[in-house]
Structures are given as C-alpha cells and as structure tokens.
C-alpha cells in the first residue's frame, strides 16, 4: 500500500473514530440529560396535581368530578399518566381513585410490589403531608400492552384526602429523541467519511513538497543551525506545521540563552552563600540549600562580629523563582549591613526590617531566624522574626528552642514598626542544633499531609550521631522517603550545629 493510500486511509479512520467517540459522548449526555429533564418533568405533573387538589379542597373541602377529570387529563410523554391511589381508610388502602383503565380496583397487592413499597414508605413515614419520592419499576402487568417496560414514577402524598399522587412514565418514549441521535450519528459518519475521503485525497499530493522540505530542515537543526528555517506559503496543516517549527526554534534559541541566564543567577546566588561553614574550636558547622527551581528564595548565612561572637542567620523568602531570589539578595545584604552597626539579634532585625519595608514589593515578606553565638561563653543569643523555630538535640530529646512570650514572630517586610525580642540559652557539650526553613516540614506526601514537626524531631533523634556534614542530607532523606518523592515544591535549607 501507497504512502498516499496509507494517509487516506489514517485519516478516514481518525474522523471516524472521532466522530463516533463524539457520537458517543453526545448520545450519553443527551440520555442523561433527557432523563433529568423527565425526572422533573414526572416531578412537575405530579407537583401539578397536588396543586390541583390543594384548590379543590379550598373550594369544595372534597374531590369533585371536575378535579378527577383534570388530573385523568393530564399525560407524560406517549403513555405516561397520573395515577391517584388511596391511602385510608385501612379497607380502601390500595384503591385506584383515577386511572386511565383500571378505577376502583385494589392494587395494594403482591402484583403491583412498587405501589407496596410506596404505601410502606409514607406509612413509616408517618404519613406526612407532601411526602414525596422517585420510585423506578418495571411494568409488571398488562397494563396498555407494555409488560415488562421499565417507568420512571414519582409520587406524592396529599393528606387531607389521604391520597398517593403517582405520575409516571415509560423509559422508552423518554429517550425517543435520544435513540434518533445515535441514529443520526451514523448517519452523519458514513457522509463525513466519504466527504473527507475527496478531500483528502486531493491534498495529499500538495503535502508532500513542504514534507520533504520540513524534512531537510531537521537534518539542519540537527547538524548544530539552529537559525535555520522553512518558507511554507500554505495555509494547511503542514504551513502551520511548518511555521511552528521556525517558532520552535526561536524558542529553542530563547530557551537556552534564559537557561544560561539562570546558571549565571543560580552561580550568583550560591556565591551569596557561604562557600564553607566556619570553622572553630569544639564546635562544627554544617549547611545545606537546596532550590526548589533554578533559584530561589531561601538563605542562611554566617557573620563573623566582634568579640569571639558568630552570627546564623537562616531565611525564606514568603515567593521562590526569580522574584524569591531577588528578594533573597536584598533581604541577605540587609541582614549583613545591619548586621555591621548592630551587636543584638533584635536590633539587627529591626533595622532590617526598616530597609526592606521600602526595598521589597507588596504581598512579599522575609522570614528570619537571627543567632549570634558567643564562642567564649557558649551562649546562643537569638530572635526570630516569622521563621520556624529551630531545634535542641539534648539528652535524648530533639525540641523546639525557648520562645518569646511576646510572639514576636512577625516576618520582615511588611510594617516598618516591629519589635523584636532577643532570648537566650546556654549551651552544653553535645548539644545539637538544627536550623531549618520551613521546605522540610511542609512536604507531603500523597495523602496531603504533611512531613511535620514531630517527624523531624524523630529523624534529628535517629541521625544525631551521624557525621555531620552527612546530617542534612539525611534529614531530607527521611522527609522524601515519607513523601515518597525527591521532587520538592518548595525551597529547603538546613543548618547544624554540634558543640562537642
């Protein structure tokens, strides 16, 4: 078989089956929404009939001929109706009051198990006025020469004359109209197909000398020629092939000169990080960040001060991306230059605070945990301005650090005149610290819930005699083996500190 023969042939069976899957869909929607329709429809009639009833009994305070007559009028689709059945007296439960055929016959028997059903219910229900419900059944008798059809019913009850309104309908009749459009639909396939067979068939042939051109061209763009393109004046399906393809390498082009612009802002940002952890006497430093794209918006920092005195600073930018990172390096050199005029934790807060209210963009924030260790005396100095609270691995039992009573957790950026509080506390040999964003406890797993707090403090437990440098990575293992996933939504960092 031809190519050509092979294209026309694809292309016959994919309308095809288009159309048909099309077809498909329609016909099924269309029957479920004729069947909603009916419903209501049934609902309507007999919503109607006890309309009908409430008036008559207002006028005559009884049923009248008249009443009969206009409920016995009323029909649903070809041979749908509503039937009014007594509910009492207790010898009169089951008595057919109207019905097209069958007035005055006792139908509260095992034959007719759906009108039984439906006096059980009200019944049971106490035989509340209004009570009202769908009750689907096959037509069980030869009733209008129909035996075995399913119908649709819908019944109500109207109290004061202890009357069932029932109306109801065939399955059938209702989905009439849905059945012609599966009908027409087949129709419509067959026209279709021998339609698109002419057409196809004479396009083909115009197709093939933009192919081979369009062919030729990947060969190019394969060699290494990426300002290749292809002059395609039609305006079929292969042109806009063809035009997208010159699209697509412009955007290749964009693509890998963003992509080189990124590696130069990733390279930028990690040179903002510290490139190794301070080193000094009985104790050890180790750090990691982690990205969650190509940049992002998390920081930590070491500041040597005056005085044998060390300062942490541990970050998260409320975005991530570019504009995360671009307010990470306003925050981080905000943070050092107050850092410079400023010895206390809360004051280097406060001051950065200030400069970052005017420098960052609204529905933007800084989360900042701010320490300053006293190397000397072994005292962790710190306040913490809306970043999570950092961890104390001591005796057995990894918790939270000491926090202020005053909350002062209110990240910077937002108003100019916050307050911040400095705590402290002593440290002891084997104490360990975990400094964290909050990129590790936020992670989920496919449940949605997340890696959390207590699962932390149970993984800084189970590694806290782990080497040091090894300890973040196994932290994040834990939280990605929980997640079940190395793909992170958010950026993460982690700094540890253990006093030997």
């Known amino acids: 078989m031809t190519l050509r023969a092979r294209l026309i042939l694809m292309a016959l069976l994919e309308i095809a089956l288009t159309i048909s899957i099309v077809g498909a869909v329609i016909y099924h929607e269309s029957r479920k929404e004729i069947e909603t329709l009916a419903r209501d429809l049934i609902r309507a009639r007999t919503e109607y009939a006890y309309a009908v009833c409430e008036r008559y009994y207002e006028l005559y305070q009884q049923p009248t001929p008249d ?92 109290k004061p004359w202890g009357w069932i309104l029932l109306s109801t309908a065939y399955e059938r009749d209702i989905f009439l109209s849905a059945d012609m459009v599966k009908e027409r639909t087949i129709i419509a396939i067959v026209f279709v197909g021998i339609a698109a067979m002419f057409l196809v068939t004479l396009s083909i042939r115009k197709m093939f000398l933009p192919l081979r051109q369009l062919t030729a061209l990947t060969h190019e763009v394969a060699a290494g020629n990426l300002d290749a393109s292809i002059v395609v004046e039609s305006k079929d399906e292969i042109g806009a092939l063809a035009r997208s393809f010159n699209v697509m390498l412009r955007s290749i082009k964009q693509n890998i000169r963003i992509s080189q612009e990124f590696d130069i802002a990733r390279r930028m940002q990690a040179q903002m990080l510290p490139k190794t952890a301070p080193q000094f006497p009985g104790i050890q430093i180790a750090a990691y960040s982690l990205p969650a794209t190509e940049v992002g918006g998390d920081f930590y920092d070491f500041l040597p001060l005056k005085e044998d005195r060390l ?154 005699h782990a080497p040091l440098g090894e300890l973040p990575r196994r932290l994040i293992a834990d939280a990605e083996k929980y997640t079940g996933t190395r793909e992170h939504i958010d950026d993460l960092t982690l700094v540890v500190l253990r006093l030997e």
């Open 67 to 158: 009443l009969k007559e206009e409920i016995r009028k009323v029909r649903i689709a070809a041979d749908g109706y509503i039937a009014v059945i007594r509910n009492v007296p207790a010898d009169k439960k089951g008595v057919l009051v109207i019905h097209p055929v069958d007035e005055e016959r006792n139908i509260n028997t095992p034959e007719f198990p759906h009108i039984q059903e439906i006096i059980q219910t009200i019944d049971a229900a106490g035989q509340i006025d209004a009570y009202a419900g769908y009750k689907d059944f096959v037509q069980g008798t030869e009733a209008r020469g129909r035996q075995g059809e399913k119908k649709i019913g819908y019944y109500m009850y109207y």
């Open 311 to 464: 300062g942490i600073i541990v970050g998260d930018v409320s975005g991530k991306g570019v504009s995360g990172a671009m307010v990470m390096t306003g925050a981080l050199s905000a943070i050092r230059f107050a850092a410079e005029e400023r010895q206390t934790t809360h004051e280097i807060l406060e001051r950065s605070n200030r400069r970052l209210v005017h420098d960052i963009q609204v529905n933007m924030f800084v989360a900042v945990f701010c320490g300053i260790l006293d190397l000397s005396r072994k005292i962790l100095y710190y306040s913490n301005a809306g970043q999570t609270m950092p961890m104390l691995y001591r005796n057995g039992q990894a918790s939270f650090l000491p926090q202020s009573e005053n909350g002062d957790r209110f990240p910077l950026g937002i108003r100019p005149q916050v307050k911040f509080e400095q705590l402290q506390i002593a440290l002891q040999p084997g104490d360990l610290l975990v400094f964290y964003t909050d990129g590790i406890v936020d992670m989920m797993n496919g449940t949605a819930e997340p890696f959390g707090f207590e699962r932390l403090q149970q993984s800084i437990q189970m590694h806290v």
